[in-house]
Nanobody, 118 residues
Framework: QVQLVESGGGLVQPGGSLRLSCAAS????????MGWYRQAPGKQRELVAS???????NYADSVKGRFTISRDNAKNTVYLQMNSQKPEDTAVYYC????????????WGQGTQVTVSS
């Protein structure tokens, strides 16, 4: 059984910062690509940032220059540092990963709420 467990969400004022973490656990051989998605009320889920096992990162245009994705392969953990946050960043943030167990499977975390409001 593989799980992705997110942490670090909460309430932050505009211009503030939060750091999300997502740890993969269970019977894991290798964690390949990892990423963060978000879904705001009434909107579709969208990719925020992704990172390969080798550390190559990709960002949505809306967060470039403000968010940074990173990972620790030894801990099977991905992070999302969110700076200069805006009210439009308010959403449920989901972790996603391609994980090799007995096969290659895509997993989702349970989601963590991020609210940017004064």
């Amino acid at each position: 059984q593989v799980q992705l467990v997110e942490s670090g969400g909460g309430l932050v004022q505009p211009g503030g910062s939060l750091r999300l973490s997502c740890a993969a656990s269970g019977s894991i051989f290798t964690v390949y690509g990892m990423g963060w998605y978000r879904q705001a009320p009434g909107k579709q889920r969208e990719l925020v940032a992704s990172i390969t096992r080798g550390g190559s990162a990709n960002y949505a245009d809306s967060v470039k220059g403000r968010f940074t994705i990173s990972r620790d392969n030894a801990k099977n953990t991905v992070y999302l540092q969110m700076n200069s946050q805006k009210p439009e960043d308010t959403a449920v943030y989901y972790c996603n990963a391609d994980i090799a167990t007995t096969g290659l499977v895509n997993y989702w975390g349970q989601g963590t709420q991020v609210t940017v409001s004064s």
